[in-house]
């Protein structure tokens, strides 16, 4: 299994209040990314990162925002938890192969399930 | 993106085969068909995936359809532990000229396993 763990595991926290969940991964692989996924919607892409520092809006960013400041580690941080957040988020990674058009495989971390009362 | 349309769910009996579908009327020339699992409770995890030519892993094999606008993922004997949500994806280029690939997941098709 890929080298990904996801921190904490569970969270219930109060709407308004900040929340950072932290991806760390063991398999130097360039890129990462959260999901979040919802029943009725399957997962959907929030943010990734294509290197240190290197960061982009996915189909549903807004009320997140990301920071990797090392190879191993991808924060998503909710600056104002809303009731609509609660969900499982999930990261992922994945190493570039040929340049030209081969496909990547992404490899998921066990989710972080998190509820905004 | 191009689309994927899958059944919403399949039933199957243990040891037996599986053929779950998937249709990509849109699909580019570029996009690789990948296939995705999601076992209860637990992150997504690859199954396989392919561009032109039938595949064949450890796991499954896939078969592309020769105009490429519908796939097969083809389980050769289930057991009860290929219950799962099996997601169809065409994947597309993150960014103008890289090598990424963004997946784009829809809801899948739940298999069930009976014993």
């Known amino acids: 299994d890929a080298g990904i763990t996801q921190s904490p595991r569970h969270k219930v926290t109060e709407t308004g209040t900040p929340v950072t969940l932290r991806c760390h991964q063991t398999e130097n692989h360039r890129y990462m990314y959260w999901y979040r996924q919802d029943p009725g919607h399957g997962l959907r892409l929030i943010h990734y990162s294509y290197g240190v520092k290197d960061t982009?809006?996915?189909?549903?960013?807004?009320?997140?925002?990301?920071?990797?400041?090392k190879t191993e580690d991808f924060l998503l941080t909710l600056e104002s938890a809303t009731s609509s957040q609660t969900s499982v988020y999930f990261c992922a990674i994945s190493e570039p192969q040929l340049a030209g058009g081969v496909a990547d495989t992404q490899y998921f971390g066990p989710g972080t399930r998190l509820t905004v009362l | 993106d191009a689309k994927t349309t899958q059944p919403n769910s399949m039933e199957s009996n243990e040891e037996e085969p599986v053929h779950l579908p998937c249709?990509?009327?849109?699909?580019?020339?570029?996009?690789?068909?990948?296939?995705?699992r999601q076992l209860p409770s637990q992150g997504p995890e690859y199954v396989i995936h392919g561009l032109t030519s039938n595949v064949n892993n450890r796991m499954a094999s896939l078969a592309i359809a020769e105009d490429r606008k519908s796939s097969t993922l083809i389980l050769h004997r289930a057991t009860l532990r290929d219950a799962a949500v099996y997601y169809c994806i065409l994947n597309s280029a993150l960014n103008s000229g890289g090598s990424n690939y963004k997946l784009t997941f829809g809801k899948g098709t739940l298999l069930t396993v009976n014993p």
Do not use: A, F, L, M
Request: aromatic fraction near 14%; hydrophobic fraction near 20%; proline fraction near 0%.
């Open chain 1, 56 to 69: 982009d809006k996915g189909e549903v960013s807004d009320g997140y925002s990301v920071s990797r400041s």
């Open chain 2, 23 to 36: 249709n990509h009327s849109t699909i580019s020339g570029t996009d690789y068909i990948h296939w995705y």
